[in-house]
């Protein structure tokens, strides 16, 4: 059953983002992360975590992806630890 359902799940424990937001605060992670790890778990919460990697930001006139491989995995771990 693990091996069915944990590519479709994460493990862990699952908080409301006003829990969610708590327990970052109390963490000893730089401020400017915190921040944009609250904002990580909005846009999880609107759009879903698959979609991530198809929202854009417009950056200089230009849109570029939001999320990169690396930022997913980066905030995901932290949100683990």
Known sequence: MTKNICPIFF????YPISA???????SNIKEGDKSKLREFL???SRHGFDRLKDLKVDCKG???EKYSKYKIDKFTKMLED
């Open 11 to 14: 493990k862990g424990d699952y």
């Open 20 to 26: 969610s937001e708590k327990i970052i605060d109390k």
């Open 42 to 44: 909005c846009d999880v």
């Open 62 to 64: 230009r849109e570029k």
